[in-house]
C-alpha cells in the first residue's frame, strides 16, 4: 500500500514530546474536533503477532473487517478482545492479546498497543467506534473511525497515521492520494496539525490538565444531556421573556447541561433522597430542571426574576438572602451555579448545615470571604486558576474530599468543585474554620436587594457632557466635509475615526475611573449616543443626522447637533427628522 505523506513539519521533537502531544489528542479528541462531546473507553490491550509476512498490524484492520464484526455487536460497549481475536486469527492463529492500560504503553519503548473506544455527538446521540493503534517500535499512531456510510460524519471515515520520523519530524500520512483532497484531510492539516505541533513544542504533562467529565460516565451524560435538550430547550427558549434582556440561547442549554452533570453525578455516587439548595439560583432554571426531573429542592435568590412566571406552579424558588451565617440542615447537596461572593462560603455553610450536607460548586467571579474582589496570590498561575486552588484549600479545611471536574457547557468558566463529606465527625472542624473565619475575614459585604444600574444611564450628567464633547473635538480633528444628494451643506464636517483604545486613552484618570465602574464603560456611553456617534466593532465615527424621508419617530426630541455640534445640524429644520429648537 503506497502512502502519502499530508503534512510535515520543519522542525524536529523529542521523542517523549511525540508521545505525549499524541496521547493529549487519543485523550481529549474533542478540543479539537467540535463535533465531539466525550470519549467512552471500551478496551485498550498490547497485541503481538507472530505471523511474519504481517508487516504492520494497521494493515488488517480495514473498514470491511471492523465493520462486520461491529454488526455483531448488540452495542458497542459489547467489545472485547474477542473482537480482535475474529479479525486477526485470520492472519495469525498464535497472536496473543493481552487487556492492559495506558500506563503500560507510557512505560515501554516497544510493542503494538489497541485502543478500542466510542466517540459521542456533541449535537446528538450519535455513536462512532474507533480504534488507534499505538506502534512503538516505528513511532506511529493510526487513527479509524469506522461508521456505516449514511451515518454522519463525526472523524474522518479513513485512517490516518501521526508519525515521527527518524530526524523528528512530525508527519501525517494518508494511505490514498485521493483523500489528501477532502474535506476531513483538509481539517487534518489545518486543525489538527498545528495543535500537534504546539503540543510538542511545549513541555506538556496531560496529567495536568482538568479532563471534562471525569467524575461521571461520559456516554450517561451524552445521553441524557440529548433527551434533557429535546425535552426543555426549545420550548424554554420560546417561552423565554424578552424584558428578562439574557440571551436564552445561552442560559437554557447551559442550565441543561449543568442539571444533566448533576443528575449524572449523584447516580455516579450512588446517592438517594437528594435534597438540594441552589444558593443564589438567579434565574431558576437550574431549580425547574431538577424539580421536573424528580429531585426534591429549592433555589434562594435576593430578588425574584421576570422569568420564574414562565416555570408555573411547583417549582420551589424562594426570595431570601443566604448569608455566611445561613444554614440548611435538611439539605444533603448544596448547589453554588456561577453564585459570585458566596462562592467562598459555601463549603463552610455546606460544613456548617449538617454531616449529610455535600456540595458543588461552578465559580465564575472570583471573590474572597470578605465578599471582595480576590486578589491573586501565586504569580504562576491565572488569577482563575489561583482562586480555584483558593476556594478548593477552604473546602478541604472543611474536611471534604474535593475533586475538580470540567463541564461542557458554553462558558470560559467552566471547572466545578465537588465536595463530598466522608467524616461525619464536624465540630472539631467547625471550631478550627469558625477560627479561620474570624482570623482572615472583614466584615463580608453581601450583595445589594435591588441591584445597582450600571448602563452610564445614573452617571453624573457633567461627567457624560464631557465625554462626548471630547469624543466629537477628538473626530474632528480629522476633517472630512460631506455632501449628500444635493441636499445639506458642502462645509458640513463629519471628522474622521478613531478606535475605542484610542478614545480611552485622552479620557482623564478620574473619569476614566467613574466609567470602570459601569457596565462596558466607554462602550457603554457611546451605544446609549448612538443619535451622535457610529459605532462599529472597534472604531467610532460621527453619525450623519438622519432625515425625515428615513424616519419621523423623533420629531418631538430636539437636535443634538442643531444645539451642540460646531458646525450645526446637516440638515435643515425642514427636512432633519429631530426638531430644531431656536436658540435665544
Known amino acids: 500500500m503506497e502512502e502519502v505523506p499530508l503534512v510535515r513539519s520543519s522542525t524536529q521533537f523529542p521523542l517523549d514530546n511525540f508521545w505525549k502531544a499524541v496521547l493529549v489528542y487519543h485523550n481529549r479528541p474533542h478540543v479539537i474536533n467540535r463535533k465531539l462531546a466525550a470519549i467512552v473507553p471500551l478496551l485498550f490491550c498490547k497485541?503481538?503477532?507472530?505471523?511474519?509476512?504481517?508487516?504492520?498490524?494497521?494493515?488488517?484492520?480495514?473498514?470491511?473487517?471492523?465493520i462486520y464484526e461491529i454488526r455483531k455487536l448488540p452495542d458497542l460497549s459489547q467489545v472485547s478482545p474477542q473482537f480482535i481475536k475474529n479479525i486477526t486469527e485470520i492472519y495469525d492463529k498464535k497472536a496473543t492479546i493481552e487487556e492492559t492500560t495506558l500506563d503500560t504503553l507510557d512505560n515501554c519503548y516497544e510493542g503494538t498497543f489497541l485502543s478500542i473506544r466510542q466517540l459521542l455527538s456533541r449535537k446528538n446521540n450519535e455513536k462512532c467506534f474507533e480504534i488507534v493503534i499505538f506502534d512503538k517500535d516505528t513511532q506511529t499512531v493510526t487513527f479509524f473511525a469506522v461508521q456505516e456510510q449514511n451515518s454522519p460524519i463525526m472523524a474522518p471515515r479513513f485512517p490516518y497515521h501521526i508519525h515521527l520520523t527518524k530526524s523528528g519530524n512530525l508527519t501525517i500520512i494518508l494511505n490514498e492520494f485521493e483523500i489528501a483532497e477532502t474535506a476531513s484531510a483538509e481539517w487534518l492539516a489545518d486543525k489538527l496539525f498545528p495543535k500537534l505541533i504546539k503540543w510538542s513544542e511545549n513541555d506538556i504533562e496531560d496529567n495536568s490538565?482538568?479532563?471534562?467529565?471525569?467524575?461521571?460516565?461520559?456516554?450517561?451524560?451524552?445521553?441524557?444531556?440529548?433527551?434533557?435538550?429535546t425535552k426543555y430547550g426549545k420550548n424554554l427558549v420560546e417561552k423565554w421573556p424578552q424584558k428578562a434582556k439574557t440571551d436564552p440561547q445561552k442560559y437554557v442549554y447551559e442550565d441543561i447541561a449543568i442539571a444533566t452533570y448533576l443528575i449524572c453525578l449523584w447516580k455516579y455516587l450512588g446517592v438517594e433522597n437528594i435534597s438540594f439548595v441552589d444558593c443564589g439560583c438567579g434565574n431558576g432554571l437550574l431549580v425547574y430542571i431538577l424539580n421536573q426531573e424528580g429531585f426534591k429542592g429549592c433555589g434562594y435568590d435576593i430578588r425574584s426574576r421576570q422569568v420564574w412566571e414562565i416555570y408555573g406552579g411547583g417549582?420551589?424558588?424562594?426570595?431570601?438572602?443566604?448569608?455566611?451565617?445561613?444554614?440548611?440542615?435538611?439539605?444533603?447537596?448544596?448547589?453554588?451555579?456561577?453564585?459570585?461572593?458566596?462562592?467562598?462560603?459555601?463549603?463552610?455553610?455546606?460544613?456548617?448545615?449538617?454531616?449529610?450536607?455535600?456540595?458543588?460548586?461552578?465559580?465564575?467571579?472570583?471573590?474572597?470571604?470578605?465578599?471582595?474582589?480576590?486578589?491573586?496570590?501565586?504569580?504562576?498561575?491565572?488569577?482563575?486558576?489561583?482562586?480555584?486552588?483558593?476556594v478548593k484549600n477552604i473546602s478541604t479545611m472543611c474536611g471534604f474530599t474535593t475533586s475538580v471536574d470540567k463541564l461542557r457547557i458554553p462558558s470560559t468558566k467552566r471547572t466545578c468543585l465537588v465536595g463530598i463529606r466522608d467524616n461525619p465527625e464536624v465540630e472539631e472542624t467547625r471550631q478550627k474554620m469558625k477560627e479561620f473565619v474570624e482570623k482572615n475575614t472583614r466584615d463580608f459585604v453581601p450583595r445589594e436587594p435591588v441591584e445597582k444600574v450600571r448602563n452610564c444611564t445614573r452617571l453624573d450628567p457633567d461627567l457624560k457632557k464631557r465625554i462626548i464633547n471630547l469624543i466629537v473635538d477628538e473626530l474632528l480633528h480629522t476633517p472630512c466635509n460631506i455632501w449628500i444628494g444635493g441636499q445639506g451643506r458642502s462645509d458640513w464636517n463629519t471628522g474622521g475615526t478613531l478606535t475605542l483604545k484610542d478614545l480611552s486613552q485622552k479620557v482623564s484618570n478620574e473619569d476614566r475611573k467613574a466609567l470602570k465602574n459601569e457596565c462596558g464603560g466607554l462602550q457603554t456611553l457611546i451605544k446609549n449616543h448612538r443619535y451622535i456617534f457610529k459605532l462599529n466593532k472597534t472604531w467610532v465615527a460621527l453619525r450623519v443626522p438622519p432625515t425625515l424621508k428615513q424616519t419621523d419617530k423623533y420629531k418631538d426630541k430636539p437636535c443634538w447637533f442643531h444645539e451642540n455640534y460646531p458646525h450645526g445640524c446637516f440638515n435643515s429644520a425642514e427636512i432633519c427628522c429631530y426638531k430644531h429648537v431656536e436658540k435665544n
Open 209 to 229: 490538565v482538568i479532563k471534562s467529565l471525569s467524575l461521571i460516565a461520559p456516554g450517561e451524560y451524552c445521553t441524557l444531556y440529548s433527551e434533557l435538550k
Open 47 to 66: 497485541i503481538s503477532l507472530n505471523c511474519s509476512s504481517i508487516k504492520r498490524l494497521r494493515d488488517i484492520f480495514t473498514w470491511e473487517s471492523l
Open 315 to 390: 417549582i420551589d424558588l424562594r426570595i431570601g438572602a443566604v448569608t455566611p451565617e445561613s444554614t440548611y440542615s435538611d439539605a444533603t447537596w448544596l448547589i453554588g451555579n456561577h453564585s459570585d461572593e458566596l462562592t467562598p462560603w459555601i463549603p463552610i455553610i455546606a460544613l456548617n448545615s449538617s454531616p449529610k450536607t455535600n456540595f458543588f460548586v461552578l465559580p465564575c467571579c472570583p471573590y474572597d470571604l470578605s465578599g471582595r474582589k480576590y486578589v491573586r496570590i501565586n504569580a504562576t498561575l491565572s488569577q482563575y486558576g489561583d482562586y480555584l486552588d483558593y
